[in-house]
């Protein structure tokens, strides 16, 4: 059993990680505004990157008031460097073309389908509350990337190797979704984190179903890239951070 | 018997009644709406490019939430126009490409690079702000879908200016360094903001017919003058200099009298010599190039699945 003291510090750490994953996840499909396919995907990209942009506030907002030291939702957000970044690896990765967006959002999608709904029962009445409103949001968004990726995989030969490419670039991404290191694990045993290892069985079987309908194949699946939970990125994080935290950084101290 | 459409139109101009995507009017009407919604359109569209400019660079995530949120806006706004200028018989897809050739306008304020996040409340505040002064105007405008579109787009204005305001006031009222980022968007975007209005009354070469069809319904100069009067106390409250030095208050008139607006400058950046002229455009082209495909993408899908249907049908 943890103390007090440790669920604390951990449950601060894991609503941190859930505001990474959301922020770096926002900021990348934000860059989608005014470079969608027509005007009306610029609308729907910017509410997802907005549904995302709010999620983190809350994560990151329920970290400041664990931590109860003065720092708020944008010292989480600002003030960190990407080796203190904990999101996910897939999060990070550059927006790349359509396909990519759409078949990144519809793994993401998936993921956080299942895992919001596990969450919601969370022991943590505040992460349950969050947990409650964006699993609303994550609903749409599913529809969303889910009908984008039946088109794309049975549009045209292009649109389907484009979707191709993307999910065999991304899929090597995915395995680290549900794994567990030692502090998310206690949280789990804690009735407080979600158990991502039960969610992977019936996320395959809904992508497999998607990709199939889409006529895109799975991918062998022969390798697998790790690390997000414990601030081992990819390179692209670091240009991601210096470009989301130019303006705050270089004007320290100031309320916007 | 029927009254000569064109006496009929008139009556209703007269009237104030709204004309009607059915109803008869006069060509050179239709030309000129199009022309003018077609303009506005592109400008809401190509305005998403200089504030998107900041949108990963927000300094909190609150700025950062409420200008993704006020883009969106605009792409929507851009929508309406569309529609409502589609209902005079032009495609947005005809639009488009009148808008990548240049045969169509965008408004030439944002030519103007967003160089500092100050520029971003600056925009807000003084670009949202003259819109507004003309678009409350156009919620008269004589076009029934125009009309109705403007009143819808005039509420989610009014909220882009408060929050663009509010961010100068943070800006203003912040550290040194903060408020002469202030001054310098404000010294910047101040008199392109004031020719958003469009040329004096006497150069303007749409002004008088518009008039008379009441499309427009106050003059570019008297609005401009709104503008003016409306913006001395907004500049007092933040605390920020007055850009223009000639500024005084005429008790005669009940306005301020205000120094020349630079006009070789606005028609300088007009034809093409602004910062941002060529980027907005081919922005613009490249965004839709990269987008062909998936539009191909939609229709190759759809037509797949009708052929399934009808297969299921026979």
Not at chain 1, 138 to 157: A, I
Not at chain 2, 30 to 58: C, D, F, Y
Not at chain 2, 176 to 183: G, Y
Request: glycine share 8%; charged share 25%; net charge negative.
């Amino acid at each position: 059993m943890m103390s007090a003291t440790d669920l604390k510090q951990a449950t601060l750490e894991y609503a941190l990680r859930l505001g990474d994953d959301s922020v770096v996840l926002g900021h990348r499909i934000s860059e989608w505004v005014s470079n969608g396919p027509f005007l009306e995907e610029d609308i729907a990209l910017g509410n997802v990157a907005l549904d995302y942009i709010g999620r983190a506030r809350m994560f990151y907002g329920y970290a400041a008031e664990l931590a109860g030291d003065g720092r708020t939702e944008d010292d989480f957000a600002y003030m960190r460097d990407a080796r203190e970044y904990k999101n996910l690896l897939i999060n990070e990765l550059p927006k790349g073309d359509f396909a990519y967006t759409q078949v990144r959002q519809l793994l993401v999608d998936a993921f956080n389908t299942g895992f919001l709904a596990e969450l919601v029962k969370s022991k943590d009445a505040t992460l349950a509350a969050i947990a409650a409103k964006a699993s609303k949001e994550t609903r749409y968004h599913l529809r969303r990337s889910r009908e984008w990726v039946l088109r794309l995989g049975d549009g045209t030969e292009e649109s389907h190797q484009r979707a191709q490419t993307a999910v065999d670039a991304l899929w090597g991404y995915t395995f680290e979704m549900f794994e567990l290191d030692e502090l998310e694990q206690q949280l789990v045993d804690a009735g407080i984190a979600v158990d991502t290892t039960r969610l992977k069985a019936q996320w395959e079987v809904e992508i497999k179903a998607i990709l199939s309908e889409a006529t895109l194949e799975i991918p062998a699946g022969d390798w697998a890239v790790r690390g997000g939970r414990v601030g081992y990125h990819t390179e692209n994080l670091g240009h991601l951070l210096t470009d989301m935290q130019s303006v705050y950084r270089a004007y320290p101290g100031c309320q916007w | 018997m029927s009254m000569d459409p064109e006496k009929n139109f008139m009556r209703k101009i007269e009237a104030e009644e709204k004309i009607e995507p059915k109803d008869w009017m006069p060509d050179a009407y239709r030309k000129n709406l199009i022309r003018q919604i077609q303009q506005h359109a592109h400008s809401e569209v190509i305005g998403m490019q200089p504030e998107g400019n900041w949108i990963t660079r927000a300094p909190s995530l609150r700025r950062k939430a409420v200008l993704l949120s006020k883009v969106q806006d605009e792409a929507g706004h851009g929508l309406y126009l569309y529609s409502s200028a589609e209902t005079l018989g032009i495609s947005r897809a005809e639009m488009i490409e009148a808008l990548q050739t240049g045969a169509a306008k965008y408004a030439s304020i944002f030519n103007y690079p967003t160089q500092t996040w100050g520029d971003i409340g600056a925009i807000g505040w003084l670009v949202d702000g003259a819109a507004i002064v003309n678009q409350v105007s156009l919620q008269r405008t004589s076009y029934g879908p125009y009309a109705r579109g403007m009143i819808r787009i005039c509420k989610e204005e009014s909220f882009h200016q408060r929050q663009g305001y509010e961010l100068m006031i943070a800006l203003a009222h912040g550290s040194a360094e903060q408020k002469k980022m202030a001054q310098d968007s404000l010294n910047r975007f101040y008199w392109p903001a004031l020719m958003m209005f469009g040329p004096h009354d006497s150069e303007s070469a749409h002004s008088a017919k518009s008039m008379e069809w009441k499309i427009k319904r106050e003059t570019n100069d008297d609005l401009r003058q709104k503008f003016i009067d409306q913006t001395v106390p907004q500049i007092e409250y933040l605390g920020l200099e007055h850009p223009d030095k000639e500024l005084k208050w005429n008790e005669e008139r009940g306005h301020y009298d205000h120094g020349d607006l630079d006009w070789d400058e606005f028609y300088n950046v007009i034809n093409g010599n602004g910062h941002c002229n060529r980027q907005r455009i081919e922005h613009h082209v490249k965004a839709h190039e990269e987008g062909a495909w998936v539009r191909d993408a939609i229709t190759a899908y759809n037509e797949k699945k009708s052929a399934k249907k009808s297969r299921h049908a026979a």
